[in-house]
């Protein structure tokens, strides 16, 4: 526990002073102060740090004051001195804006981000390095040109071969060959793969030299190659069928709807009791990006929402309403009461119920992102599926397969509004989302459903034993 202070007498009546200003009333009383201070709560001293900000600011301004006139009036303190100031706001008035305000005109003092040295390529080489009849594939493969087998990869997959590419040729330089798709390089690069001292899953090794086939396929490559590497991908599409998939691992690991949406409130009251700003905002990110993505299991793209854009309010609550970047289709869905409760978290920031109204109008009228850091600033493209990573040790895209398995107890109807929900119109693209526990559940619902056309004097004479 921390150790009490006793405060002087001269002490004692300065803080009455600071407390008697205009700017305090209704916000807390000497006595409350005093007992933080004597309690060990927070240092007179950062106290006397919160005046000192309060008194730079123009007249009836106050607490009320915004994150540009604290960076404008203190510009001359030291950031300790609002970072302390900030501490005793959050200690003394939780759900006051004014916190928020100082953190944010914190964040404007920070230092030009430090540029990192490039990490070494262990695995591959850089993209320029590929050979320039290579290039030329690629750059043809992303103009949609069909390739010498008459096919052109899907964009998705142009990214990736390019990878692997890259891969081949480190492999190649490795083994001191000619920097040529040649049986001898593929045998090259399948060796390096086998050779990782992090092992590579089996449905990893069938996709890679899957790649290197389709790209030998595209641009024409010598008969044996083709089919040195059409022997290879059958063999670890075999292995790879005979193994239970690290994503469908994942997913049979994830928790039930239930237990994520108890973690994600969980979530909410550790920000609340947390000081540090990033760490609170983390988790409230994390508690939204945990519930709002298990009835709506949007790509990873698609997940970095702004108010007024993709998410509208009306009378009856919030609605997403977004274009999806892989089909260009409109999905549009209203946000159970349930959901928005979280989003109004965001909205918050640890601001009090009250405040709602408020912040929510700006957050329209900014057209605010729907996950934002401590700062305000938006964070990576991807955050949405780090957070996930972070809390259930798989990305956000696994959300879409654990909806397809859920479903399966529906029966077709199931099966139907999994597949609307994840925007997915080919039944053979919905497969590729489903694990054995879609067929588990599959087969027992077809079970229940038979059982239950079969009269009772039926059962009785021919199944029960």
Same mark, same amino acid.
Request: charged letters at 30%.
């Given at each position: 526990?921390?150790?009490?202070?006793?405060?002087?007498?001269? !002490?004692?009546?300065?803080?009455?002073?600071?407390?008697?200003?205009?700017?305090?009333?209704?916000?807390?009383?000497?006595?409350?102060?005093?007992?933080?201070?004597?309690?060990?709560?927070?240092?007179?001293?950062?106290?006397?740090?919160?005046?000192?900000?309060?008194?730079?600011?123009?007249?009836?301004?106050?607490?009320?004051?915004?994150?540009?006139?604290?960076?404008?009036?203190?510009?001359?303190?030291?950031?300790?001195?609002?970072?302390?100031?900030?501490?005793?706001?959050?200690?003394?008035?939780?759900?006051?804006?004014?916190?928020?305000?100082?953190?944010?005109?914190?964040?404007?003092?920070?230092?030009?981000?430090?540029?990192?040295?490039?990490?070494?390529?262990? =695995?591959?080489?850089?993209?320029?390095?590929?050979?320039?009849?290579?290039?030329?594939?690629?750059?043809?493969?992303?103009?949609?040109?069909?390739?010498?087998?008459?096919?052109?990869?899907?964009?998705?997959?142009?990214?990736?071969?390019?990878?692997?590419?890259?891969?081949?040729?480190?492999?190649?330089?490795?083994?001191?060959?000619?920097?040529?798709?040649?049986?001898?390089?593929?045998?090259?690069?399948?060796?390096?793969?086998?050779?990782?001292?992090?092992?590579?899953?089996?449905?990893?090794?069938?996709?890679?030299?899957?790649?290197?086939?389709?790209?030998?396929?595209?641009?024409?490559?010598?008969?044996?190659?083709?089919?040195?590497?059409?022997?290879?991908?059958?063999?670890?599409?075999?292995?790879?069928?005979?193994?239970?998939?690290?994503?469908?691992?994942?997913?049979?690991?994830?928790?039930?709807?239930?237990?994520?949406?108890?973690?994600?409130?969980?979530?909410?009251?550790?920000?609340?009791?947390?000081?540090?700003?990033?760490?609170?905002?983390?988790?409230?990110?994390?508690?939204?990006?945990?519930?709002?993505?298990?009835?709506?299991?949007?790509?990873?793209?698609?997940?970095?929402?702004?108010?007024?854009?993709?998410?509208?309010?009306?009378?009856?609550?919030?609605?997403?309403?977004?274009?999806?970047?892989?089909?260009?289709?409109?999905?549009?869905?209203?946000?159970?009461?349930?959901?928005?409760?979280?989003?109004?978290?965001?909205?918050? !920031?640890?601001?009090?119920?009250?405040?709602?109204?408020?912040?929510?109008?700006?957050?329209?009228?900014?057209?605010?992102?729907? =996950?934002?850091?401590?700062?305000?600033?938006?964070?990576?493209?991807?955050?949405?599926?780090?957070?996930?990573?972070?809390?259930?040790?798989?990305?956000?895209?696994?959300?879409?397969?654990?909806?397809?398995?859920?479903?399966?107890?529906?029966?077709?109807?199931?099966?139907?509004?999994?597949?609307?929900?994840?925007?997915?119109?080919?039944?053979?693209?919905?497969?590729?989302?489903?694990? !054995?526990?879609?067929?588990?559940?599959?087969?027992?619902?077809?079970?229940?459903?038979?059982?239950?056309?079969?009269?009772?004097?039926?059962?009785?004479?021919?199944?029960?034993?």
């Amino acid at each position: 526990m921390p150790a009490k202070t006793s405060l002087s007498k001269p !002490q004692l009546a300065r803080l009455g002073d600071i407390v008697a200003e205009p700017c305090w009333h209704g916000m807390a009383s000497i006595d409350q102060v005093k007992d933080a201070i004597s309690d060990g709560v927070f240092r007179l001293y950062d106290f006397y740090q919160l005046d000192r900000i309060l008194k730079r600011m123009p007249r009836d301004v106050g607490f009320s004051a915004n994150a540009a006139d604290i960076a404008e009036y203190c510009t001359d303190l030291p950031t300790y001195y609002l970072r302390n100031a900030r501490r005793v706001v959050w200690l003394l008035m939780p759900e006051l804006p004014f916190e928020r305000e100082i953190c944010k005109a914190i964040a404007t003092r920070k230092p030009p981000a430090k540029k990192y040295k490039p990490r070494d390529r262990i =695995f591959s080489v850089a993209p320029d390095a590929l050979p320039q009849d290579w290039h030329r594939a690629l750059a043809d493969m992303d103009a949609g040109k069909l390739g010498v087998n008459g096919r052109v990869p899907a964009p998705s997959l142009i990214t990736s071969t390019r990878i692997k590419l890259t891969e081949l040729v480190k492999a190649t330089l490795d083994a001191k060959l000619e920097e040529k798709l040649t049986v001898e390089a593929t045998i090259a690069y399948e060796k390096s793969l086998l050779n990782r001292k992090r092992k590579l899953s089996k449905v990893t090794l069938h996709s890679s030299i899957r790649q290197v086939r389709d790209f030998a396929r595209y641009i024409g490559a010598d008969r044996d190659v083709i089919e040195h590497l059409e022997s290879r991908t059958r063999l670890h599409e075999n292995r790879a069928a005979q193994s239970l998939p690290q994503k469908v691992a994942k997913v049979l690991a994830l928790p039930s709807y239930e237990e994520i949406f108890g973690r994600a409130f969980d979530l909410l009251g550790e920000a609340a009791q947390t000081c540090n700003p990033r760490d609170a905002q983390s988790r409230r990110n994390m508690a939204v990006a945990l519930t709002l993505f298990c009835p709506f299991p949007l790509r990873v793209a698609d997940t970095m929402m702004r108010f007024g854009e993709e998410i509208l309010l009306n009378e009856h609550g919030y609605q997403l309403n977004l274009v999806i970047s892989k089909s260009g289709r409109r999905f549009r869905a209203p946000v159970l009461e349930e959901f928005a409760y979280f989003i109004d978290q965001l909205i918050l !920031q640890g601001l009090g119920d009250e405040y709602l109204a408020d912040k929510r109008e700006e957050c329209f009228a900014e057209k605010r992102l729907l =996950f934002v850091k401590h700062d305000g600033t938006a964070p990576d493209p991807r955050y949405v599926s780090a957070l996930w990573h972070e809390a259930l040790g798989t990305g956000c895209h696994a959300a879409r397969t654990k909806l397809h398995d859920e479903f399966a107890s529906l029966g077709a109807r199931g099966v139907e509004l999994a597949m609307r929900a994840c925007d997915h119109r080919s039944e053979r693209t919905a497969e590729f989302y489903r694990t !054995q526990a879609f067929q588990k559940l599959s087969i027992e619902r077809i079970h229940a459903d038979t059982r239950s056309r079969i009269f009772d004097a039926e059962w009785k004479e021919y199944f029960e034993v």
